[in-house]
């Protein structure tokens, strides 16, 4: 998503992520690969905190005013009135059927940069807060925009499957379980909430830090039944000898911080650029995709030629299961049957049995 928005860093006249950056000081290159991403999810943080408050200030008719340190006195009412006029002029369907989007690629652009980064800070803020069923909502939105991306194979895949697993496929107290086991937070505090996954990895960091520092003559066996299920209270402990030695153990969390300086250079670059105000002077940039629609209109497609069986969650192990059960049924039957089956004697045998019985009598 963060790519699909980032802009043509040749063309000095385009509005995309990276001169949203550039307009706020912060030196930022193309992220080819993907593997800092708690600096993109910055960078995308840091973006749309700036364009909403200029989509504010626009309506508040106040986007030609230098932002100053000194808060602004107004009542609650109004600001509850300026969010209205917000959303309703930049976040809501319609602003997307208005005139000036449909005539202005530029606009357009705003609006879809608007939408999708927004997915991203909710999930983001779900995480943090614990909150499960706000994830999966933007998850959904994911699901359908993944379609239409494109370059996302594995992505594309995996979300849907996990959702139908999730909402149609397992049990609803083995799904609650899941969803209740997403998201943890390890020191207890509110607002600091991650995903499970990620928890355990920095403990298999922490446990590979004990590995590797271990010295001459570690038993392995030790290491692996001892430490790696009590890495958390060696963590504690090591903090504890930081304090009795008399450092000091902080532990911050980072958050974004927008400079005035940096708003008001961004401003006057919105300003220039009439970002949300009309149709830019000169030549327009290049139209972005609107994944969440090219997603739905490839599903649709999709399921008109093949359906969507690609999309069907996989289980090996649990059909496995079901088929070791129907094997072993079907087993259990046929020796039930075999056992129930009434013996059937010839002519002959009868016969014989029968006079050697009245021989016996009569003996």
Known sequence: IFLAHWGHEKDTRDTGAWRTL??????????????DFNLMLCYVEQIHEATLLYCVLLVANRAHVPVSDK???????????????????????????????????????????????????????????????????????????????????????????????????????????????????????????MATDQH????NYWLKYFFNHSGIGTKIDRLVDVFSINITLLRNLLELIKL???????????????????INNFRRMAEKEQMGQGPPTGRSPVPILDSYLAGVMKLQEEFKKNGLARLRPDAPGAMS????DDIAGRDLNQDRS??????????????????????????
């Open 338 to 363: 075999e056992q129930l089956t009434p013996q059937v004697l010839s002519e002959e045998s009868s016969g014989g049995e029968d006079e050697s019985v009245q021989e016996e009598e009569e003996g």
């Open 71 to 193: 808060l602004l006195e107004v009542s609650s009412e109004t600001i509850e009135r300026w969010v209205e006029l917000t959303y309703d002029r930049f976040c809501s369907r319609e602003s997307f059927q208005s005139d000036l989007a449909s005539t202005s690629p530029a606009h357009k652009n705003l609006l879809l940069r608007i939408r999708d980064f927004g997915t991203i800070i909710e999930a983001s803020r779900a995480m943090k807060d614990g909150d499960y069923g706000r994830l999966m909502y933007m998850w959904e939105r994911w699901a359908i925009m993944t379609q239409g991306l494109g370059k996302m194979p594995h992505y594309s895949k995996a979300i849907p499957k996990l959702i139908i697993q999730l909402k149609h496929v397992l049990p609803e107290s083995i799904a609650q379980l899941v969803l209740n086991n997403l998201l943890i937070s390890p020191t207890g505090r509110a607002g600091h909430f």
């Open 244 to 262: 009795e030695s008399g450092a000091e153990v902080v532990h911050q969390s980072h958050k974004n911080q927008l400079t005035v300086d940096s």
């Open 321 to 324: 299961m079901q088929d070791n």
């Open 22 to 35: 550039h307009a706020l000081a912060i030196k930022a290159v193309k992220p080819v690969t993907k593997k």
């Open 200 to 203: 355990l990895e920095q403990l």
